[in-house]
């Protein structure tokens, strides 16, 4: 996995100051300070190298989708095509030179081939969101076609983009664009199309029934019980199965396990009135149990088979939530001995960067992923859902600060966290960008809740009214109806009594 790191970065600033045509896998593999063997066992050829940075836009492009403005499937379109044409002004010389390999259908990275699949599928579930969400969508049973529709244009698009030297004339065609959508609709030109599409895109109709049937039960377990923000429907919406389906399709066609990500399980928080104190206790095995029980849900329908990977955050926020970084540490060694279900595994900063003090790798993370503070605002203000998440992060940020610093007035304590969000979602971003170059297939969970839609889906570990709440961020309170969680100051307020295990804090009991 880190070396797979190393060769991505080092292929991406390479090819950037170099171009493709004079960049050789040799290059690359000096540049990483790694064997041209050891490149070739991950990338076979530069083009697949090119082609993983490709990758990367799709998941780019997939992000913007989930934060356009309302409108119409035409005027979201345009929209999501200003982002395209822009990454590939950007990446220009590296695109180019991917193009006549991309056109070739004997070619390993054909743009309609399997070894592209992957990133088809991410650009599919972008547009299935311009699609879902507009204001004029489509019936249900009709957006995967009109999906394929649109992706035949993006592709257009992108060809006009890098076959002129610059991208007025791109810029031309996205005008035509609204007339184009609306002749589509006609009986006639509905009926060419659907008739085209059938056979360039849509070539095995039968098994691409069965396939979308399987990935939609499979989606199902996942959006069953999903952590969604105030205001938001729980379950699976038509614009959320748009963005996720392309993905669990590729899977199931390659016969391949259902990859899961979930950035999670960081340390206790340092705050007394909510945690029960600085080790994983009853909320964090409770919480690993369910996570068993979903991998159970999801073979019982997909029996190639589930991985889930736990991306610990803890070295990433530690310093910015007054954590020392040795209790990640401690916290992260307890945890791991929790583990003791093969089908889930472990990465964190270490794991991607090496073994060095947590402040420079958090420091690595920042200068590979990071956007600017400027950038952020700017997309607050745009997007409502990112401006929820900021203010649900300032409020768990005051409640620590608070509770930590009382003589600080409620204000000050405020102001300051309220920056303090801003530089969390920062360096959640990098961390999500980093964990998606190291788990390109992967689909996203999250412990937080999520707008409608979301590039993450959110998973309820435990039961909670809070939908913030977190088992590193409460405590387990075990009554007769079950196990939930609360903050321990609201669970001792109702007369709850600590347990021990082990010498150590486990829960609380109710009465």
């Not at 006009?160 to 004339?169: C, E, K, V």
């Not at 009214?465 to 079950?482: E, F, K």
């Amino acid at each position: 996995m880190r070396s797979r790191l190393l060769i991505l970065e080092a292929a991406t600033k390479r090819f950037a100051a170099a171009g493709f045509d004079d960049t050789s896998v040799k290059d690359v593999a000096e540049a990483a300070g790694l064997s041209v063997g050891l490149v070739c066992r991950y990338f076979p050829t530069r083009e697949h190298l090119a082609l993983a940075i490709y990758d990367r836009l799709g998941d780019e492009l997939a992000a913007h989708s989930v934060e356009l403005a309302e409108g119409d499937v035409g005027e979201r379109f345009v929209a999501l095509m200003r982002v395209r044409i822009a990454q590939c002004e950007k990446n220009r010389r590296t695109l180019t030179a991917l193009l006549g390999r991309a056109l070739d259908p004997q070619s390993p990275l054909y743009l309609l081939g399997s070894t592209t699949e992957g990133i088809r599928a991410k650009v599919q579930g972008a547009l299935g969101v311009v699609v879902a969400s507009a204001g004029d969508a489509p019936a249900p049973s009709d957006i995967a076609r009109y999906v394929q529709l649109l992706y035949t244009m993006h592709l257009g698009i992108v060809l006009a983009t890098l076959m002129r030297p610059d991208a007025s004339w791109a810029l031309a065609l996205l005008q035509r664009v609204p007339m184009a959508l609306t002749w589509s609709r006609t009986p006639l030109v509905s009926g060419l199309i659907r008739s085209g599409l059938d056979g360039l895109l849509l070539d095995r109709p039968r098994a691409r029934s069965a396939e979308r049937h399987l990935a939609r039960e499979l989606l199902e377990v996942l959006f069953r019980d999903n952590r969604v923000l105030p205001g938001v429907s729980q379950g699976l919406s038509d614009a959320s199965e748009a963005l996720h389906l392309p993905m669990i399709e590729s899977c199931i066609r390659a016969k391949a396990p259902l990859q899961l990500v979930l950035p999670a399980f960081p340390a206790k928080a340092p705050n007394p009135h909510k945690v029960l104190g600085a080790l994983p206790d009853l909320a964090e095995r409770r919480a690993l149990e369910r996570l068993s029980e979903l991998l159970d849900e999801l073979e019982a329908v997909w029996p190639a088979g589930v991985q889930l990977t736990i991306c610990s955050d803890g070295h990433v926020f530690a310093d910015a939530v007054g954590l020392a970084d040795a209790e990640v540490d401690r916290y992260r060694h307890a945890l791991l001995g929790l583990l003791d279900d093969p089908r889930i595994g472990w990465f964190d900063l270490s794991t991607a960067f090496g073994d060095a003090k947590p402040a420079k790798l958090r420091a690595q993370l920042m200068s590979r992923y990071a956007a600017s503070e400027e950038a952020l605002r700017e997309r607050a203000a745009r997007s409502p859902a990112l401006a929820a998440q900021l203010d649900g992060i300032h409020r768990f940020l005051f409640e620590d600060e608070h509770a930590l610093h009382p003589q600080q007035s409620k204000n000050a304590a405020k102001k300051k966290t309220r920056a303090l969000a801003y530089e969390v979602v920062r360096r959640s971003e990098a961390w999500g960008a980093l964990v998606t170059d190291a788990f390109p297939r992967a689909l996203r969970l999250s412990i937080h809740p999520q707008p409608d839609p979301s590039t993450k889906i959110g998973v309820n570990l435990l039961g909670v009214a809070d939908p913030w709440l977190t088992p590193w961020h409460a405590a387990a309170v075990v009554d007769r109806a079950g196990t939930r969680l609360m903050h321990r100051s609201d669970a001792e307020a109702l007369g709850a009594r600590l347990v021990l295990e082990d010498g150590l804090p486990s829960h609380l009991e109710l009465p």
